[in-house]
């Protein structure tokens, strides 16, 4: 009996000295998870604090991104819109040039056709002047008051009166006058490029004969010249031209016999052919359509 009890007292206080060791581990272990969960906790606080400001920084940083990048499509826009400006300018900058230079080729053309028209222009009063000379050596010897010769707007006029050519109220030419048309119509058959325009003028005293009234006087006046020119002296009629202005276009006033006698006239217009120059002017017309 003593050895069983002392058996089971030794076995139960061995179990119990266990048993206590065994609560100092566990408390031993319990306070070593429990200081091992602390720990983790914080860290854990911690790195998701960082985590929540590093998102947070992320986030700033995607927006200023975006922000950036919505300035730089921007700018890009700008620059588009710019450089299409700059060559829609640098094309109106060709197109005015080349304006430039054709205003500038069109001048330079009109310049070279004022130029030979100006040449032309001086030839004609050349030419004038040298038939005016002839014409005033040819009719020498009348009476200024009834011939003269004289150049107007590049025209030579040879003004002969009424009292050289016909008598008062009459359309036939008198021998004085035949004998001045004679000579007209030498210098005429020497030059043959020059056009002749010849037109009858009255005064405004009304016409009492066979003739209507001064229209059909003037006219006649102007046909028996023509006659004359053509048949007796062989000028080409197609350079000829004749007209009757009756009483209105007068040299003088119609209020004194002075100015009536000064009116009363036939005016032989002589015009050098200007061939050349309508030549230019259709020309340039047809440069400008």
């Known amino acids: 009996m003593d050895v069983h009890k002392t058996f089971w007292h030794i076995f139960l ?23 091992a969960s602390c720990v983790p906790n914080r860290v854990l606080r911690q790195s998701q604090m960082e985590t929540a400001a590093l998102r947070a920084d992320s986030i700033e940083l995607a927006n200023q991104i ?13 620059v588009t819109t710019l450089t299409n400006q700059n060559s829609q300018l640098g094309q109106q900058t060709t197109n005015q040039q080349n304006q430039l230079t054709q ?11 004022l130029q030979q028209l100006q040449s032309i222009l001086e030839q004609q009063k050349a030419q004038s002047e040298e038939l005016k000379n002839k014409m005033s050596e040819a009719l020498t010897g009348y009476n200024s ?12 006029y040879v003004s002969l009166s009424e ?32 056009a002749v325009n010849i037109e009858g003028h009255t005064d405004t005293v009304p016409i009492r004969t066979r003739f209507k009234d001064n229209w059909d006087l003037s006219t006649a006046r102007a046909n028996a010249i023509v006659r004359i020119l053509v048949d007796n002296y062989k000028v080409d009629p197609v350079r000829v031209e004749a007209s009757g202005h009756s009483f209105y276009d007068p040299v003088d006033t119609n209020s004194t016999p ?23 002017l259709e020309g340039n017309q047809l440069g400008k359509g």
């Open 13 to 35: 206080t061995q179990w119990s000295i266990k048993l206590k060791c065994m609560k100092k581990f566990l408390s031993l272990l319990a306070i070593i998870f429990l200081l």
């Open 145 to 156: 008051k009834d011939l003269s010769v004289y150049q107007k707007n590049g025209k030579v």
């Open 258 to 280: 002075e100015g009536r006698a000064k009116n009363r006239r036939t005016e032989i217009i002589l015009s050098p052919k200007l061939d050349e120059m309508y030549k230019l």
């Open 163 to 194: 009292n050289l050519l016909f008598p008062s109220g009459s359309a036939v030419v008198n021998p004085k006058g035949v004998e001045a048309l004679s000579k007209l119509a030498a210098v005429l058959n020497l030059n043959t490029d020059v």
């Open 66 to 78: 975006a922000r950036l990048q919505t300035n730089v499509a921007d700018l890009n826009n700008k």
């Open 103 to 113: 205003t500038q080729q069109d001048l330079q053309k009109q310049q070279q056709r």
